[in-house]
């Protein structure tokens, strides 16, 4: 199936939500410069997301194979067992707004930025969100990125790239060398309909990560490991 590109989404940062990212608060002395990157971010800001419709068409012990691309995962296949259709993505800040934060060059206002960018990619992932449920009656998914877990590296994005088209003619983001993506707010991964969420920071045992989404679960980590091995 084509691809579809979401880039008319309407969003307005929640201050708050910023100033506790940055452990400031309305009275600190240096908010104007704040507001006034907020109000950039706001109006050059064009978050965007790419993402198709794509099938599932063969399952091996430890891979799949979606509309053509092979991705090797022994918990992507499992995750993926009694499904035949999924929703590989890519959800970005934005190209316009990352551009425009390389011309800084206060590294408090590098730093500050980082976090708005951050703000901004999180309303690409809500619209995301909200368009799955209203035109495909997605209530309850589950997500895996490539790189989060050892058992799916990061290397597969270049497979993920593959089946999404040209990412960066459609919304501006690439895969440098290593495999990371510019802009660097940006996501990329699979979702997918779940009965029983399931979330890559279960299976993760990093500690003291501000993006952790659910406590790491030692008991799921030693059963995935006995899997993995066998």
Known sequence: MDTIILDSIDFKLDLNRILEKLHMDEESEDIEDLLRLIKV???????????????????GQDYV??????????????NL?????VYPYICTCGRELYDWAKSLEDILEQYWMDKI????LEE????????????????SVSNMNPGSLEDWPISQQR???TLLGDPFEKVGVELTDSFLMLP????SGIRFSSDKEFINCQLCPRENCEKRRAPFD????ETWKLESER
């Not at 509309?67 to 499992?78: N, T, Y």
């Not at 067992?81 to 259709?85: A, I, K, T």
């Not at 030692?218 to 980590?221: D, N, V, W």
Request: glycine residues 4%; without cysteine; charged residues 30%.
């Open 117 to 120: 960018m951050e703000a901004v």
């Open 81 to 85: 067992d009694s499904l035949d259709r």
């Open 41 to 59: 971010a706001e109006e050059i800001g064009k978050p965007k997301v790419l993402y198709k419709e794509a099938k599932i068409e063969e399952k």
């Open 65 to 78: 194979v979606i509309d053509g691309v092979k991705f090797s995962s022994r918990l992507l296949r499992a």
């Open 124 to 139: 690409a992932i809500l619209a995301f969100q909200n368009h799955l449920k209203s035109n495909y009656g997605l209530d």
């Open 159 to 161: 497979q993920l790239f």
């Open 184 to 187: 660097m707010k940006s996501i």
């Open 218 to 221: 030692p008991h799921l980590y």
